[in-house]
Each structure stands twice: as C-alpha cells, then as structure tokens.
C-alpha cells in the first residue's frame, strides 16, 4: 500500500468514528483561520530547498547553525517605573537573578517627548515606565551597571534618537567609547502610527531621523541594532499572526528602502537590522510564524534589495510573551500562558525573550512576579532539554505546511501594500490600521459569545477571588523627578544649551546628520523635552488620518 492510499484508508476510518462521536469542533483553525488538517503527511514541495540547514539560506531552520547548543538567548526583563534610582535597583536585582540583559519601558511622556514638569505630562510620569527628562537621569539608570559588558534594549521610537545620544554619553563617562556599547533601541515609528500611538513628527520627518541614526551608528556605534522592527504591538493591537509578519516586513522594506535613498549602503547598515515579535497562545502556529518570517525576510534582502553579505540575509529577533493574552482573572494562569508562548519562541530559534510576569494585567510587576517570569526562562533552558539540538521540529509534518501556509498568506499582504504604494503609503491610507481593527472586533465578539475560550475569564470562572498583592508606584517619585528637573535647570549652564539647540534647530532645517547636534544637546544636558520642541517646531506634529 503507498503512503497515499494509507492515507486515504486513515481518512475513512475517522469518517466513520466522526459519524459516530462527531468532532468538538465545527472548524479547526489557527487564530489567522489557516485550516488545520487532522493530520498531516509527507506532502510538502521542494523541502530541501525551502527548509535547508540551520545558518544557511533561507534560514527557516534558524541563523546560527549550532543555536543554543553554543549560545543561549539573551534572557531580558523589561523593567522600568517611576524614578531612574528606583528602575536601576529592579535592574541590578535581576542581574543578580542571572538575567542577561536590560530591557527598559519609559513613561509616556518620555516616550513622546514630553519633559515631566510640562502639563501634557500630568499623572503620567513614572506610570507606565521610567521616567527619563536628561542625562543626569540617565547616568542614574545605569549606575554601577558595565555598559560594556550588560546588552540593553530600549522599547523608544519618536524620541529614540535622544534616548540613545544619552546612552552613548553616559557610556563615555564610564570611560567606554561608543565602538564598545551594545544593545537596540526599537526606534520603529512605523508601528506607531499603525498600532500605537505615540508618535511626534509626520512620517517623512521621523524616517529621516531614522536614517540619520541608520548612519552614524554604522560609523560610529557599530555594535549597536539601530531599529528594532516590531510586530509585538501590531499583534498587540488585535492582529492575526499571519498580519503581525506581513506589516512588519513591509515596514522593515520601507526602513530598507529609505535608507537607500538616503545614500546608506546597504551591507552596512542591514546587519544591524533587528526585529521584535510577539509570542502567543496558538503554540505551532506562532513556531510556524517566526519559521516563515525568516524565510520570507532572507528572500526580500538577497533578491529584491540585492544584498550580498549573508548576514544582511539574516532576520534576528527578540521575542516577548503576548500581554494581551494575560487575565486579570486568575493571574496565576498567566505563568502557564507564558510558558507556552515561551517554548514557542525558542523551538521558533528567538535569538532573545522576554517573559511577561503574571500580575500585568493587573499593574506592573512585582519583584516576586518578574522573578517567576525569569525563573521560567532559566528552566527551559537548563532543565527542559529543548535548547540541546537544533529546530528539534523541522521535519515535522505539520509544522513544514504551516510554515509554507503562513508564508503564503503573509506574502499576500506584502503584495498588496506593494499595489498600495509600499508600508508608509499603506500607513497614511489607514490599510493596516483597518485590517487589525477589523480582526480585533471579531476577536473580542467570539471572546465574549464563548466561540473563543479563554480560561478563568469566559471559562471556568471561579468566585470571590482574592486580590495578589500588586506593585504601587508611589506618587511622590512624580513630584521628586519634577524638582530635580526644576534643580537642574537652576544648575546647568542655560546658555550652552541654548546654543545646542539653535545648533539643532538650523540643522533639522537643512539636511545634516541630526545625531552630533543632539549628543551636542544631551551632553550639555537639555532636556528630552527641549531637544523634540526643538525638532517639533521644525518638523510640525503628525496628525492621524
């Protein structure tokens, strides 16, 4: 008997089993509604040549060749609340629980470059994040930490330029030369205007802030991932997996594409492209998704962008755990949440993760909960076995037709933004903008008419839960971050900052590299909010659609 009439003798069996006991299900399919078959076989085209070996292209096996067997990923916990001392003691507490590296969260008026004694910024400094207005906050961040040797990763777009012009400088007073530093700001503004929110200039002006940080880290700051291209918002907003690949990669074409047009040579710069992913609940589909991210990514650089060094074929990313599928409900139910997701990223070949804590859906963590969540790490990597070979699910029959699936209906997406212009023209049309709304409402209906399960919420429920204990940002920290700034205005020497920033205001009406007039700024300590009003008055503010 061939493999294909076995098959089809299976197929019948479960016919009649179904006639008898039908399925639980009407439809079984992956949260992007790719149908899953009951059982797949030997049926994928051209395996060799689209799975190939791990490190060799297309890279759907993963871009190192030994993986974790040589290097684990970098384990990082996003942190950051009120004041920079009270962050730089999380972040030394989780060093010392063997984190690997820093991941910061500021507050939304750093984010969108707002100083927090400015009256957009009331009963939000701190909040959400930290709290950065100059570099003396800066240096107080990242005291006692060896930024030589400690990666951070920054989650800033729109003020990202001056975020990292701090980084660099604090980096020389410790006596380390910008040629030394690692780590990534996200500085992927794109996404803002599709998902989050917290955007400052029009698109034209923020691509060239993003370009002009493309080229002087590639002289300068050579270690250092000058974008992070996140699809974890854009999931986290209420898109598909499938969406979450296609409107990422067709942002990071557009950054590509801007980065060329600006002159940049693209062997230089596209090593040190990044991207950031969300994990979530459907666990083959979202190893599928990361598989086929790779792989589509490896064929865009190599064949339309025409890159010749094969680490510019390379997609590396940071994954973290999907916040949105966390429950106030139950939040004990969270650690089993991210642990799933967290497998998924690493069977996916994630090159770093981040593992949200449980009590998020409640406030932010507590030092017990980020604890868990870094614990859950360390067990899959040192007891689970997973991290011992490589892509230990390539050839699976299931997973090699979901990775093709989930490259088919993403490369459908990239063709049609294509049609409508490229990612920033798709953006000002509000085309992702209304295809993630659109999934998002749906979503939320089959949540709330019981068609989607989420247990302990719709399921399961149980009464009279008890409140965990949650972490409280004291709301004196607000008005001491707000003194200190009012101090340093008194303290520092006004006229040089004035200086500075006319400097950086005739530059951002020309067409000069921004980023020396900006290290300029934050070395003579203007402030996150001086340095944006400055480029604000320049560049006007964008207003969406």
């Not at 063709?415 to 409402?441: C, D, N, P, T, W």
Request: charged share 25%; aromatic share 8%.
């Amino acid at each position: 008997m061939t493999h294909h009439e076995r098959h089809k003798s299976w197929q019948q069996k479960v016919e009649k089993v179904c006639a008898k006991a039908p399925e639980r299900k009407p439809f079984f399919a992956t949260h992007s509604e790719i149908e899953v078959q009951p059982l797949y076989y030997q049926h994928v085209d051209n395996i060799d040549e689209k799975v190939s070996f791990p490190g060799e292209y297309p890279y759907t096996r993963g871009i190192h060749p030994n993986m974790y067997r040589s290097r684990l990923w970098t384990m990082r916990q996003y942190a950051g609340f009120g004041s920079a001392t009270e962050t730089n003691k999380r972040f030394r507490y989780l060093l010392e629980q063997g984190q690997t590296g820093l991941s910061v969260a500021f507050d939304l008026p750093t984010q969108i470059g707002y100083d927090s004694d400015d009256p957009m910024s009331i009963g939000e400094v701190g909040k959400v994040g930290v709290a950065i207005d100059s570099l003396e906050d800066m240096e107080r961040l990242l005291a006692e930490i060896p930024l030589d040797r400690v990666s951070t990763s920054m989650t800033i777009n729109s003020s990202a330029s001056v975020l990292l012009a701090m980084y660099i400088v604090v980096g020389e007073k410790q006596g380390i030369s910008a040629n030394q530093i690692t780590g990534t700001i996200q500085n992927d503004i794109l996404k803002e205007y599709i998902a989050r929110g917290t955007y400052i200039y029009p698109p034209k002006q923020s691509m060239r802030l993003i370009t002009d940080i493309f080229a002087y880290c590639t002289e300068h700051v050579p270690k250092w991932n000058t974008i992070s291209i996140s699809g974890y918002h854009i999931r986290e907003a209420g898109s598909t997996a499938v969406q979450e690949v296609a409107f990422t990669l067709a942002n990071g074409m557009a950054y590509v594409q801007a980065a060329l047009d600006a002159g940049l040579e693209i062997d230089k710069f596209a090593p040190r492209l990044s991207f950031f992913f969300n994990a979530h609940n459907n666990f083959f589909e979202e190893i599928a998704k990361f598989r086929a991210a790779r792989r589509i990514w490896a064929g865009i650089m190599k064949d339309r962008f025409g890159a010749k060094n094969e680490r510019s074929w390379q997609l590396r990313f940071h994954t973290q755990t999907g916040g949105s599928t966390l429950t106030a409900q139950q939040p004990d139910n969270n650690i089993v949440r991210v642990t799933v997701q967290a497998l998924a990223a690493v069977l996916g070949g994630t090159q770093s993760l981040h593992t949200n804590s449980r009590d998020e859906a409640l406030a932010l963590p507590t030092e017990e909960s980020a604890r868990i969540a870094l614990r859950t790490q360390q067990i899959l990597a040192l007891e689970s076995g997973v991290a011992d070979t490589v892509d230990p699910l390539g050839g699976s029959y299931y997973v090699e037709a979901l990775t093709d699936a989930m490259e088919d209906e993403a490369n459908r997406y990239l063709e049609k933004i294509e049609q409508l212009g490229g990612a920033v023209s798709a953006v000002e049309q509000g085309f992702m903008q209304r295809e993630i709304h659109r999934v998002a409402l749906e979503t939320q209906r089959n949540i709330e008419n019981g068609m989607e399960i989420v247990v302990g919420m719709n399921q399961y429920q149980i009464e009279n839960e008890v409140q965990p204990e949650l972490l409280r940002v004291d709301p004196e920290l607000g008005k001491k971050q707000i003194a200190d700034l009012q101090d340093l205005r008194l303290r520092r020497d006004n006229q040089a900052v004035e200086k500075c920033l006319a400097a950086l205001e005739q530059a951002a009406s020309g067409t000069e590299n921004l980023m020396p007039f900006i290290i300029d700024a934050v070395r003579n300590y203007a402030t996150v909010g001086e340095i944006c009003h400055t480029m604000r008055k320049v560049f006007g503010e964008y207003q969406p659609y």
